[in-house]
């Protein structure tokens, strides 16, 4: 959306976090936290964003370098954070969103619906409530008696009967970007927290006569801010339950999803059967047909075909997996590429680093690996060539194609003898 800005708070240590990593680069489901609210706002086709930075802003910066930012030097609060963009939204004459870099689960969808809502009631901002049955810790949406938005009291500030009140602020608004700004010169610091309140500009457009709308969150979880380790482990077990969902909604088995791990960008074909206690982590691409695990860790860049089994114990990183394969047993391949319908015996091991560099080890079709085999990268095995258990085939030392090699370091086995 070219008329829209978005604006995200991400100037905060976290201290709750008891964490050197600034709070927006702690890890959810292997991601950042920040990417989170850029990726919906990407999916809300919002290209001019801004990020406000603070605690450790370098590391923040080195993570998301293509994204442009401003520094909050004193953190004095959400609405001090946001005016320090008025010089970089000088020129810009649309709606500007404001959201924060730890609420992972605001969608593309509901900020869509947000500015759509905002421009319709041609509202002054335009906030994103939820209901939450307990609500502690959150800001409340106080209205009058005609149900419009009168102010957001914030959880420390709330009286007794505040408090019993279920609708949340969830921290996204749309706001008019000439009421914004005109409205945060006069915002008056919060005296007890020392602070500058976003939120206190609800209540001091509504005495300007400016208007307030509102658009109810149809899930609660958009509201979560991750402020400490616990909440960040909540945060991944819902991370986790959604993904497994949608895998099983499109034809894979997941036998124990409570122990099962599978990451957000991870494609994996239909028919395939998950067992317990697998990870799968990154942009992994498992395909139809296969049985991963138990007890499986499959990493980042990895490719697996239709038709593999991958059993426990095994771990894969960087590798590509051709059809029909089997890798059964307490294996580790790293940066290697397996051909068709080859067999590798339990407690094979390609040694895929030096020290310095890493390198590549390269099976191909038809080739039977024997248990405790070591393959000292860069290495290749032909085509339906034969490891004998407990080889270990050294550095440059390639397997010809349908020659059988045994032994430390392996060699030839041809007739009887070795050569």
């Not at 947000?114 to 421009?119: E, F, P, T």
């Not at 077990?237 to 999803?257: H, N, Q, S």
């Not at 067999?343 to 390198?359: L, P, Q, R």
Request: glycine share 8%; net charge positive.
């Amino acid at each position: 959306m070219k008329s829209t800005a978005a604006v995200i708070l991400a100037a905060g240590r976290g201290t709750r976090m008891k964490s050197d990593v600034p709070k927006v680069l702690q890890h959810l489901q292997s991601r950042p936290l920040l990417s989170f609210t850029l990726e919906a706002l990407k999916g809300a086709d919002i290209d001019k964003k801004i990020i406000v930075v603070g605690y450790k802003d370098e590391a923040v910066k080195s993570v998301f370098p293509n994204i442009e930012t401003v520094v909050q030097d004193k953190l004095l609060g959400s609405g001090d954070a946001v005016k320090r963009t008025k010089n970089l939204l000088a020129s810009f004459r649309g709606d500007i969103v404001v959201l924060y870099g730890d609420t992972p689960f605001i969608r593309a969808s509901t900020i869509k619906k947000l500015i759509k809502k905002h421009r319709s009631e041609k509202a002054s901002c335009t906030l994103l409530s939820a209901i939450m049955p307990e609500p502690a810790g959150y800001g409340r949406i106080l209205r009058d008696a005609d149900k419009n938005i009168v102010k957001i009291i914030e959880d420390a500030d709330a009286s007794i009967y505040e408090k019993v009140i279920e609708e949340i602020n969830v921290g996204c608004y749309c706001f008019n970007r000439e009421d914004l700004f005109s409205s945060l010169d006069r915002l008056k610091m919060n005296m007890k927290k020392k602070e500058y309140y976003l939120t206190d500009l609800i209540e001091a457009l509504r005495k300007s006569g400016k208007k307030v709308a509102s658009v109810l969150s149809n899930d609660s979880h958009e509201a979560l801010g991750i402020n400490s380790k616990i909440d960040l482990a909540y945060a991944n077990k819902i991370a986790r339950e959604r993904v497994l969902e949608l895998l099983m909604l499109k034809g894979v088995t997941i036998v124990d999803p409570g122990s099962t791990f599978v990451d957000k960008d991870a494609k994996i074909g239909k028919d395939t059967v998950i067992h317990p206690h697998t990870v799968i982590e990154g942009s992994v691409v498992v395909g139809k047909n296969c049985q991963i695990g138990p007890f499986a860790k499959i990493r980042k860049n990895t490719c697996i075909a239709d038709s593999v089994e991958i059993g426990n114990f095994v771990e894969l990183v960087r590798t590509k997996v051709s059809s029909g394969t089997k890798i059964k047993h307490m294996t580790y391949l790293g940066d290697a590429e397996v051909g068709k319908n080859v067999n590798i015996g339990a407690g094979t091991i390609t040694a895929n680093y030096d020290g310095k560099n890493k390198s590549k080890t390269t099976i191909e079709d038809g080739s039977f690996i024997g248990a405790g085999s070591i393959f000292i990268a860069p290495v290749k095995v032909g085509r339906a060539a034969i490891v004998g258990a407990g080889s270990v085939v050294t550095k440059g030392k390639d397997v010809p194609a349908g020659k059988t090699v045994t032994g430390i370091p392996a060699k030839i086995y041809d007739k009887g003898r070795k050569r």
